[in-house]
């Protein structure tokens, strides 16, 4: 890949969100809209990419610190034209500079790559419309050539009567863009220094003016409003629900999934109603996933089986489990083969053998559990001492009876049985049944209190 100057502009005000926050951080598919932009444009950055900021301050570029992007003021916002000015001096000139626009977040690099790979010196990506009411319009001469950009609030009626408009994205020659940006000029009906101006510019020179079609009309829509932005976002989730399906996932419902990272999914995946995937998540052969589970930055091995509302984050969990229902999985934790893991059950920062169940009301954090451990209704981990943290080893074929305490740091020899009701505050032996409870006792002929009478109140 040859190097490649971005410049995105995400100066502008967004004035129709309504919003105190810059509108290139609202977010779309879990992820502010500048990001996806940034995403996108990270797979072709081998040179300089520049982002453009105004209206909302610092906030912008201290959302995005993890980019190694330039981050370039313009201030006042005096156009498109003005905005890509102020990126000049960080630009290489032996290359291409592409522009992108913070508030268009879904332009796909297929579409990005067809616009560059000819390597012209002016390439736009223009796209028909039905209705073309806002955008800039593509005028052609006689021969089919672009000859310039007329904004609509410049435009005659005819001009208007253009279907084919500016996406506003486009690839220009770094030199030529220096060249004709120096000579923009703000004679237009909104006093603005318009990008767009330098097409024409180019055409008196002889400069030949590309273009290039995206495959979706949604890769060029940007987002003005929280209406454009909730209609993008079920556009892209309807898109990405389609792909599941034509790579053969069940979906209930395309409709009712919410995809805001990556999912991957093998074969015969079926996933209920209302799951919403977070991050990078990965769904083997045969898994299934029940309605209204939260699944997140999540490795989840074949024929697991995910009963409704079960709320996991990234956690590692291998094949043959069965998860749930309101199971909720924390970070840190690996479960490995034929795990059960049952309603209202916690487990944080732990890893779990294979074959063992956990499958009512439990917490089990910072632990280390062997395989075919069985562990009570109502057992906890105390793992937290007020201060630290401190690990709890239950060893294999160890039973915990119900309603246990563990008070870390603990270990249960590998075979133990622990009875139930138990607090159990030292190692317990292997192979040996250890309790801690108070022996059951009976007080012959005790009476309940009855109420009495003369009592003053
Ligand atoms: C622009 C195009 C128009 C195109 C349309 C597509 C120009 C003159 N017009 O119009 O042909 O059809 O986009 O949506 O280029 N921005 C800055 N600084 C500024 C002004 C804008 O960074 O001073 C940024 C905005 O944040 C936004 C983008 O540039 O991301 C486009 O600005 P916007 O005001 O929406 O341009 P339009 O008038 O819609
Ligand atoms: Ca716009």
């Given at each position: 890949m040859t190097t490649l100057n971005i410049v995105i502009l995400a100066a502008g005000r967004g004035q129709r969100m309504h919003s105190d926050k810059p509108k290139v951080l609202h977010s779309l598919a879990g992820r502010p809209l500048l990001q996806h932009v940034l995403d996108t444009a990270v797979q072709f950055a081998t040179g300089i990419t520049c982002v453009v900021y105004g209206h909302g301050g610092e906030a912008v570029p201290q959302a995005m610190t993890k980019y190694e992007a330039d981050f370039v003021l313009?201030?006042?916002?005096?156009?498109?034209?003005?905005?890509?000015?102020?990126?000049?001096?960080?630009?290489?000139?032996?290359?291409?500079?592409?522009?992108?626009?913070?508030?268009?977040p879904l332009t796909q690099p297929g579409t990005l790559e067809k616009m560059l790979g000819a390597q012209q010196a002016l390439t736009l990506l223009t796209i028909h419309l039905d209705n073309p009411a806002g955008y800039g319009r593509i005028v052609r001469d006689s021969a089919g050539n672009v000859s310039c950009i007329v904004e609509e609030k410049d435009a005659t009626?005819?001009?208007?009567?253009?279907h084919e408009v500016n996406t506003g994205i486009l690839a220009v020659s770094t030199h030529l863009l220096r060249n004709w940006l120096s000579k923009l000029r703000n004679n237009n009906v909104q006093?603005?220094?318009?990008?767009?101006?330098?097409?024409?510019?180019?055409?008196?020179?002889?400069?030949?003016?590309?273009?290039?079609?995206?495959?979706?009309?949604?890769?060029?829509v940007g987002v003005n409003s929280k209406a454009q932005l909730a209609e993008l976002e079920r556009t892209w989730q309807y898109e990405q629900a389609h792909q599941l399906l034509v790579h053969g996932v069940t979906l209930a419902d395309p409709a009712r999934l919410e995809v805001r990272g990556k999912l991957v999914c093998g074969r015969d995946v079926e996933i209920d109603v209302g799951c919403i995937f977070e991050g990078d998540v990965y769904l083997g052969n045969g898994v299934r996933v029940g309605a209204y589970s939260v699944i997140k930055g999540t490795r989840i091995g074949a024929n697991t089986y995910i009963e409704p509302y079960s709320h996991i984050d990234q956690v590692n969990i291998g094949d043959n489990?069965?998860?749930?229902?309101?199971?909720?999985?924390?970070?840190?934790?690996k479960l490995h083969n034929d795990v059960h893991i049952g309603n209202f059950v916690e487990v944080k920062n732990s890893e779990i053998a294979t074959s063992s169940k956990a499958n009512h009301l439990s917490y089990i954090g910072d632990s280390s559990v062997g395989s075919r451990v069985n562990i009570g209704a109502g057992t906890i981990t105390c793992n937290y001492d007020g201060a630290n943290k401190h690990r709890t080893i239950i060893e294999d074929d160890v039973f915990i009876g119900s309603n246990t305490q563990l008070v870390a740091p603990v270990k249960i020899g590998r075979g133990a049985t622990i009875g139930a009701g138990s607090t159990i505050t030292s190692d317990a032996p292997e192979g040996e049944l250890t309790l801690s409870r108070a022996k059951q006792i009976t007080l012959p002929g005790w009476r309940r209190p009855s109420k009495k009478n003369n009592i003053p109140q």
């Open positions: 313009q201030e006042p916002q005096l156009g498109t034209g003005h905005a890509v000015q102020q990126a000049l001096s960080h630009l290489k000139d032996d290359t291409l500079t592409l522009v992108l626009y913070g508030d268009v009626t005819e001009q208007r009567a253009i006093g603005e220094y318009y990008l767009t101006d330098i097409i024409a510019m180019a055409v008196a020179q002889g400069v030949a003016v590309h273009t290039v079609q995206p495959a979706h009309e949604w890769e060029v489990c069965r998860i749930g229902p309101y199971a909720r999985l924390r970070p840190g934790s």
